[in-house]
Nanobody, 127 residues
Framework: VQLQASGGGLVQAGGSLRLSCAASGRAFSTFTMAWFRQGPGKEREFVAA????????RYADAVKGRFTISRDNGKRTVYLQMNSLKSEDTAVYYC?????????????????????WGQGTQVTVSS
């Protein structure tokens, strides 16, 4: 599986961006997809995840109510709509995937449970 993230950029605080992550391979519809981020001088942290069917999502507390994860299995793409961006959202954003059947719900926020990673896309929020 190869993942290609895109959509990052420079935006003012309060603005919006939509990230996309396109996946290769026919198994996309069986994967849990997630977004993680790593800010300058920080460890990588969980942002959001979505189950293969799209019916179960998880969010980090820091982004709840502002970010929305979604997916289009026909296009093999997962999205992260980011609204009301803050300077602390500045980070490199990574998409990742793991087979649904191997990932229990309680582990959706753990980066060590994901098998494939994209290259990252930079999001910079200016205050």
């Amino acid at each position: 599986v190869q993942l290609q993230a895109s959509g990052g950029g420079l935006v003012q605080a309060g603005g919006s961006l939509r990230l996309s992550c396109a996946a290769s391979g026919r198994a996309f519809s069986t994967f849990t997809m997630a977004w993680f981020r790593q800010g300058p001088g920080k460890e990588r942290e969980f942002v959001a995840a979505i189950r293969s069917s799209g019916g179960n999502t998880r969010y980090a507390d820091a982004v709840k109510g502002r970010f929305t994860i979604s997916r289009d299995n026909g296009k093999r793409t997962v999205y992260l709509q980011m609204n009301s961006l803050k300077s602390e959202d500045t980070a490199v954003y990574y998409c990742a995937c793991a087979a649904d059947r191997t990932l229990i719900t309680g582990a959706m926020s753990g980066d060590r449970h994901y098998d494939y990673w994209g290259q990252g896309t930079q999001v910079t929020v200016s205050s």
